[in-house]
């Protein structure tokens, strides 16, 4: 597989073998536990190598999963996958909706005020519970002595717009805050 035009997405973490069969728990980051398994086949990167995994078999185990993969057939085989991230090729991530974005997709975009001040770069992003955190990183301490600022992802109020050529969102913000 070529990294030039792919772009590989973590969606998961392999944990600990289960049993002396193969199986490994699973660590799901989606957003829906299960929809991980809606993914084939899984990139597993061990040493700067990708390694492609089909899972021919998963259950529900406590409050987690476990998956069997066809090229792992015994205990030691699954040892050496432990803690291992479980990636896909994005091309394999579902079309959102107009309006909404891939946390991937926004970081690296400039944030700009419905004034014109630039208030920086996203960063990265936080998940709070009732909605998402832009994190905005000023390119060097702006004028209002800021280094960074937490802005709320809210469409209705906060975020006016994503422009996705010009990689800028227009947000309704105060610089001084």
């Given amino acids: 597989m070529s990294q030039e035009n792919t772009s590989i997405i973590v969606v998961g973490k392999l944990g600990a073998p289960y049993g002396i069969k193969g199986w490994l728990k699973v660590h799901s980051f989606t957003d829906d536990p299960q929809g991980i398994f809606e993914f084939s086949p899984w990139l597993i990167g061990q040493q700067g190598k990708w390694q492609s995994l089909e899972v021919s078999d998963w259950r529900r185990h406590n409050k987690g999963f ?35 974005f891939y946390w991937r997709d926004l970081i690296g975009m400039s944030v700009v005020t419905d004034k014109g001040y630039n208030l920086g770069t996203v960063d990265d ?22 280094s960074e600022r937490l802005i709320p992802f809210l469409t209705d109020s906060v975020i006016k717009g994503v422009n996705h050529e010009e990689k800028v969102i227009t947000v309704d913000w105060d610089p001084g805050f």
Wanted: hydrophobic residues 40%; negative net charge.
């Fill in 66 to 100: 476990i998956a069997k993969f066809a090229q792992v057939n015994d205990r030691d085989e699954a040892m050496a996958l432990t803690n291992v991230e479980i990636s896909v090729d994005s091309a394999q991530l579902p079309e959102l909706p107009e309006g909404e």
């Fill in 125 to 146: 992003l936080m998940e709070t519970g009732s909605n998402d955190v832009l994190v905005v990183k000023a390119n060097k301490k702006d004028a209002f002595g800021q």
